[in-house]
């Protein structure tokens, strides 16, 4: 679930938009740290006690690691995707 986009708001107030975007982009972020908890919960935690055993914190720290590493190789595919569609377009109105 997106809030709006700053681009959906036209002739807004620039102030406005650069606040939907932080925003946005907070949200995101919270989205990306729960799912990641979620997961990591989910495979690293056998049975919940008063302290993680280091078998439990370190498939915590590698499931993070993993979860960082693969978020930052989708983002950065999806923008070099995106560059290329531009580029793309670009050369044709040429």
């Known amino acids: 679930m997106d809030g709006p986009s700053a681009a959906g708001l036209g002739g807004a107030d620039p102030q406005l938009q650069r606040f939907i975007e932080v925003e946005t982009q907070k949200q995101r ?7 990641m908890t979620e997961l990591c919960w989910e495979k690293c935690m056998d049975k919940p006690g008063p302290k993680l055993d280091s ?3 370190t ?3 590698n499931c993070v690691e993993r979860f960082i590493d693969t978020s930052q190789f989708i983002l950065n595919r999806l923008e070099q995707t995106q560059k290329s569609k531009s580029a793309f377009s670009e050369s044709l109105s040429d």
């Open 55 to 57: 078998r439990a914190e």
């Open 29 to 35: 972020f919270q989205q990306l740290v729960h799912q």
């Open 59 to 61: 498939c915590f720290v």
